[in-house]
C-alpha cells in the first residue's frame, strides 16, 4: 500500500487531508512538526509528502533539502496558505516535485499525488535497474575458484576502490572487459559512464576522433562537432581495449591525458579538461613491443601502475565445469531450450581441449552444442576437433594398480590438478623438463 505522510501544525485540516486521501486507498501518516516528521520518515518508507511551508520548528522549503538529502525517495508536494514566487523557486530547487496554495489548489491534491506516486515509482525501477546492473558486473558474477582466478580477483578488488590506471594482460577471450567492468562497478565511479573502445577496430584517424572528439569541419564528413569518449566517461572509466594496437602519434596524445588531464579534440586548439580513470588491457607482451619500437616505454609506464594478468583457460581446467553450466544456462535461456541432463563424457571432452580462443571459444562452443542437443547434451553435439581429443585421450595406454607406471600417471594427475592445468608449473614441480612432461602427458593419455 501506498504511504502518504503529512506534515502540517493544523491538526484540523491533517484530519481533512487524511480522510480526503485515505478514501483513494492510500495509507495516512501524520506529523505536526519537522522533528516529529523526520522520526516518521526514519521508521517507515514514505512515497509521498504533503508539507505545510510554515512549521512551529522549521520552515517546509528547508525541511525538503534535509528530506531529500536523507532520504531521496519520496517526493514532496508543498502547502502553503500565502504563495510567493521566491518561496515557489527555492522549493523546486531543493527538489520539492510542486509548490501549491492550500484552500485554491485542494481539487489539484489527489491528482498531483497520483502524478507524485508516477515519479516514485520511476525512480524505484530505476534504482532496481542499477542494483540489477551492478550485480551483473560484480566481482561476485565471476566464474572460477582455482587459484589464479582468484589471485586476479582479489588484485582486483583491492585496486578497484582506488583510482589506480590498471592494465589488464592476458590472451584474448579471457574476460579482460569482465575485470574492467567489475573494479569500475566496485569503485566510488560506479554511479558514472563505463566506456569501452576497442583500439584495433578502427584506423589511426578514426581511432582519435572516437577517442577524443572532433569539431565540425576537421576531416572530410565531419559536419557538426562530434564528442569523444572520454568526455562521454567525464568522472567515470574508460577501457581501452587492445591498446597495444595504438599507433604511437596517438600514444603520444594519450599519455598527455595521463599526464595532464587534458586534451584536444581533432580540429580544435583550445584543450578540455576531464576527469577520467583509465583501465587498459592487451593480449601483446608490451616489453617486447617497447623493443621494437612499437609502443612508447613512457606511456607503458604511466599505464602499468597496477598490472593483473589473466589466466588462460588451458591453465583453468578446475574452472571449466562450471563455466559450461554457466553458459549452458544463458544459451538455454537464450533458445528457449530445456537441456535435461549434460554427460560425464561432455565435460572431459571440454577439459581436454586446449581453449586457444579461451573463454569466449568455451561461450560459441556451448551455445552450438545447445542449439543441436534434444534432451542430454553429450560428446556427439561438440564440434569435431574436440570429438577427436576426446577419443585420444580415450585411447590412452590402460594400466594395471600395480604398474609402476601407473603410480607415475596417477602423481602427473594429482600435479597437474594442484597447478590447476599449468604444465610449466607441473613440469618445475615435478623436476622434469617441459618435453618430458608432454611425452608423458601423450603416452597417459592426459592432453
Not at 489527489?110 to 540489477?132: F, G, N, S
Not at 587534458?262 to 583501465?279: H, S, Y
Request: overall charge neutral; charged content about 30%.
Amino acid at each position: 500500500m501506498r504511504r502518504i505522510l503529512i506534515i502540517d501544525d493544523e491538526e484540523k485540516l491533517r484530519n481533512l487531508l487524511t480522510r480526503i486521501i485515505s478514501l483513494e486507498g492510500f495509507e495516512v501518516l501524520q506529523a505536526g512538526d519537522c522533528k516529529t516528521a523526520l522520526r516518521k520518515l526514519e521508521q517507515h518508507d514514505i512515497d509521498v509528502v504533503l508539507c505545510d511551508v510554515k512549521l512551529p520548528d522549521g520552515n517546509g522549503v528547508e525541511l525538503t533539502k534535509k528530506i531529500k538529502d536523507r532520504f531521496q525517495l519520496p517526493e514532496i508536494i508543498l502547502l502553503t496558505a500565502y504563495g510567493n514566487i521566491p518561496d515557489g523557486v527555492q522549493a523546486i530547487k531543493n527538489g520539492a516535485f510542486d509548490y501549491i496554495t492550500k484552500g485554491d489548489d485542494n481539487n489539484k491534491i489527489i491528482p498531483l499525488l497520483y502524478r507524485a506516486i508516477e515519479k516514485v515509482d520511476l525512480t524505484k525501477r530505476v534504482h532496481q535497474l542499477e542494483k540489477q546492473l551492478g550485480d551483473k558486473h560484480s566481482f561476485d558474477k565471476i566464474i572460477g575458484k582455482s587459484k589464479s582466478i582468484q589471485k586476479a580477483i582479489d588484485l582486483a578488488q583491492k585496486v578497484a576502490v582506488t583510482d589506480t590506471t590498471v592494465l589488464l594482460t592476458g590472451e584474448t577471450g579471457t574476460g579482460k572487459e569482465v575485470f574492467a567492468q567489475a573494479i569500475h562497478q566496485a569503485s566510488p565511479r560506479s554511479k558514472q559512464n563505463f566506456v569501452a573502445i576497442n583500439c584495433s577496430a578502427f584506423s589511426k584517424e578514426l581511432l582519435e576522433s572516437e577517442m577524443f572528439g572532433h569539431k565540425a569541419g576537421a576531416f572530410t564528413g565531419a559536419t557538426k562537432d562530434q564528442k569523444g569518449l572520454f568526455e562521454e566517461a567525464n568522472h567515470g572509466t574508460i577501457f581501452l581495449d587492445e591498446i597495444g594496437e595504438m599507433s604511437l602519434e596517438l600514444q603520444a596524445k594519450l599519455l598527455r591525458v595521463l599526464e595532464t588531464g587534458e586534451f584536444i579534440r581533432v580540429g580544435e586548439t583550445k584543450p578540455t579538461k576531464i576527469n577520467v580513470r583509465i583501465i587498459a588491457a592487451t593480449h601483446r607482451n608490451l616489453q617486447s613491443e617497447i623493443e621494437q619500437g612499437h609502443f612508447r616505454e613512457d606511456l607503458f609506464y604511466r599505464i602499468s601502475t597496477f598490472q593483473i594478468h589473466l589466466p588462460p583457460l588451458r591453465e583453468r581446467v578446475v574452472d571449466i565445469e562450471d563455466l559450461a553450466n554457466h553458459f549452458i544456462n544463458i544459451s538455454s535461456l537464450k533458445i528457449k531450450k530445456k537441456i535435461n541432463a549434460v554427460s560425464p563424457d561432455f565435460y572431459e571432452a571440454l577439459k581436454q581441449h586446449q581453449w586457444k580462443g579461451n573463454i569466449r571459444e568455451l561461450k560459441n562452443v556451448i551455445e552450438r552444442s545447445v542449439i543441436l542437443c534434444d534432451n542430454e547434451l553429450t560428446v556427439e553435439h561438440l564440434p569435431i576437433e574436440l570429438q577427436k581429443a576426446d577419443n585420444a585421450s580415450k585411447k590412452g595406454k590402460t594400466l594395471s594398480a600395480f604398474e609402476l607406471a601407473s603410480a607415475e600417471k596417477l602423481h602427473i594427475q594429482k600435479v597437474l590438478n594442484y597447478t590447476n592445468g599449468n604444465k610449466t608449473k607441473t613440469a618445475e614441480l615435478l623436476g622434469i623438463a617441459l618435453t618430458t612432461l608432454y611425452r608423458k602427458l601423450s603416452e597417459y593419455g592426459l592432453e
